[in-house]
C-alpha cells in the first residue's frame, strides 16, 4: 500500500509520503481489528484476502469477505469466499437457478459450487445432489483402464471427491453416496434423465460438445438448481466446438441465468499459480 508500520507498544504507526496511501492503510487496519476483538483471529492469508479486497472495494470489500459463511467445513472451521470476486459469485449462485462461471483454474469455482450444494443439501433446500463432468482426457490418451466400468470412469471425476472430501467427513460421504443423495457421474449417463429438487453441477464445462451442454440444461426438473464451471483456456475437444462457449455466446441476457467471468487476479491457489497463468496468458497473447 506505500507505507510503513511500526509498532512501540500498544500503539501502531504508519508512516508514508502519500497523505491518501497512509489514510487507506489506517482504515484497512481500523476494520481488521473490528474483526479480531470478537476473538477472530487473522492468519496471513487472511491479510492477503483482507488487502484485495480493500482494493477491490474499499472498506465494504473487507467486511464482506468474512461475513456469512457458506457452512461449517470438516473440522470445524467455516468455508467463506477467500476474495470480493468469490463472494459476488457466491451471491449470484444464490439467486439465481442456472449460474456459469468461468475462469481459470484455482479461483474456487468448482469448490465453491460443491460447498453451496452441500450446504443447500443440509438446510433440506434440495433433496439431492449430482455432481458431473465430461471423461475427457487432458491432451493425453491413456489408452485402456482396467475394471469396471465405474473404475474406468473414476479417475475423471477424482476432483468432485476431493472437494466433498474437504467439507465432509468420509462416513457422511459414504452413506450419501450409497443412498445415492449425492450422486457423481460422468456426463453422458445424464441423457434421458430429469432432476427433481436437485443441485446439479457440471464440472468441466469446457470438454462438454454443444451437444451435451444443451442435453445438461435441459435436465432441470422443478425446485432444481445448476451451476456450470469451467476454462474456456483449456479446452481439450479436438473435433467438436466448446459447449460452454456456445452456451456463453447464446444464452446472456436470459431471466434466471447467471454468467460470472473470475480473472487471474482471482486465483487463491499458491502465489505462484497467479503468476504462471498470467505469463501463459501474456505469451498467447
Known amino acids: 500500500m506505500g507505507v510503513r508500520i511500526g509498532q512501540r507498544g500498544t500503539k501502531i504507526h504508519i508512516h508514508g509520503e502519500n497523505p491518501e496511501r497512509v489514510q487507506r492503510a489506517v ?7 473490528a474483526l479480531v476483538r470478537p476473538g477472530r483471529g487473522l492468519s496471513l492469508e487472511d491479510m492477503e484476502k483482507a488487502l484485495s479486497g480493500f482494493e477491490d472495494n474499499g472498506s465494504e470489500g473487507v467486511e464482506g469477505l468474512f461475513q456469512n459463511p457458506i457452512m461449517k467445513r470438516l473440522g470445524g472451521g467455516a468455508v467463506l469466499p477467500r ?14 437457478d442456472i449460474v456459469f462461471g468461468l475462469g481459470p483454474a484455482g479461483t474456487g469455482k468448482t469448490y465453491l459450487a460443491v460447498a453451496m450444494a452441500v450446504a443447500a443439501l443440509m438446510e433440506r433446500k434440495v433433496k439431492r445432489i449430482v455432481l458431473t463432468r465430461p ?3 487432458a491432451g493425453e490418451k491413456l489408452g485402456f483402464l482396467p475394471g469396471d466400468l465405474a473404475q474406468k470412469v473414476d479417475p475423471y471425476l477424482r476432483p468432485l471427491y476431493d472437494a466433498l472430501a474437504d467439507l465432509l467427513d468420509k462416513s457422511r460421504i459414504a452413506q450419501w453416496l450409497e443412498e445415492e443423495v449425492i450422486e457423481i457421474a ?4 445424464m441423457r434421458g434423465r430429469t432432476l427433481h429438487e436437485a443441485y446439479a453441477i457440471l ?10 451442454m444443451k442435453m445438461f440444461l435441459t435436465r432441470l426438473g422443478p425446485r432444481s438448481k445448476a451451476v456450470i464451471t469451467g476454462d474456456l483456456t483449456q479446452v481439450d475437444l479436438t473435433e467438436k466446438p466448446s459447449g460452454l462457449l456456445h452456451a456463453r455466446h447464446i444464452l446472456q441476457g ?4 447467471g454468467f460470472w467471468e473470475f480473472s487471474p487476479k482471482d486465483v487463491v491457489r499458491h502465489r505462484l499459480v497467479k503468476e504462471i497463468i498470467k505469463a501463459y ?5
Open 27 to 33: 482504515c484497512l487496519l481500523e476494520k481488521l481489528c
Open 83 to 96: 476474495t470480493l470476486a468469490q463472494k459476488r459469485y457466491v451471491e449470484m449462485i444464490g439467486q439465481k
Open 135 to 137: 471423461a475427457v482426457e
Open 186 to 189: 460422468p456426463l453422458a449417463f
Open 203 to 212: 464440472d468441466e464445462a469446457q470438454n462438454a460438445s454443444i451437444e451435451q
Open 254 to 257: 436470459i431471466e434466471g441465468i
Open 281 to 285: 496468458e501474456a505469451k498467447e497473447s
